[in-house]
């Protein structure tokens, strides 16, 4: 029990600061976005709903049994089902974060996207750490047709970007999916300033490389 209380405290610390860097970078404004992280015992800690991650309390996360019960903490953010998807479907997920990074969310309202595979292989970094990215689509906050929506594609692919909405990011750690959100960031707003521009993506064999690496 005291190994599980560690645990939690750290992590605790540890999804607080992510959400301030996250939030004081301008990756998420307002109260938008929100952190998960699955704990050894199956239960999660979770960014509570109507909280800024830019002052977010360690005492008052959510925490979640791993049926997805409320079982202590504040309630947490209405947007859990997309956390609870991706670990349904992921087993080896550790940390989900979702975010309205700008860039990325300008991108899911591009009208010639491909939803199959949503921004191009800019680079190498893009394609080790979020690999390709499908388009769900747009549902209004909290349809539960999201959640299926999510489901379907969550076992192939560890990063979404929903339609309208932004971008559900699952890693193995906090960090991972922390850095995977960020790159992909960073990778919508290169594809949104190359826009119109003749592009020299890595191409297919050199992707195919990078995935055996």
Request: net charge negative.
């Amino acid at each position: 029990m005291s190994a599980i209380l560690s645990e939690a405290t750290r992590i605790r610390d540890d999804i607080c600061a992510v959400g301030a860097s996250l939030f004081n970078r301008g990756l998420t404004a307002g109260s938008t976005g929100n952190i998960s992280v699955r704990l050894s015992d199956g239960s999660t800690l979770m960014t509570p709903t109507n909280a800024s991650l830019g002052e977010l309390d360690p005492a008052r996360l959510s925490r979640l049994s791993p049926d997805g019960a409320h079982l202590d903490g504040d309630r947490p953010t209405k947007e859990a089902f997309l956390h609870n998807c991706m670990y349904c479907e992921r087993p080896n997920a550790g940390a989900v974060v979702h975010l309205h990074s700008t860039h990325a969310v300008a991108v899911s309202v591009l009208a010639d996207i491909d939803p199959a595979d949503v921004l191009p292989p800019l680079t190498a970094y893009y394609v080790m750490r979020v690999g390709t990215l499908p388009l769900v689509p747009y549902f209004a906050p909290g349809d539960e047709a999201l959640a299926q929506a999510v489901k379907s594609v969550a076992g192939r692919h560890h990063a979404v970007l929903l339609a309208n909405h932004g971008p559900v990011v699952a890693g193995t750690t906090l960090r991972d999916a922390q850095y995977a959100a960020e790159e992909l960031e960073e990778t919508a707003r290169l594809h949104l300033m190359l826009d119109g521009r003749a592009l020299r993506p890595l191409t297919p064999e050199q992707v195919a490389d990078l995935r055996t690496r």
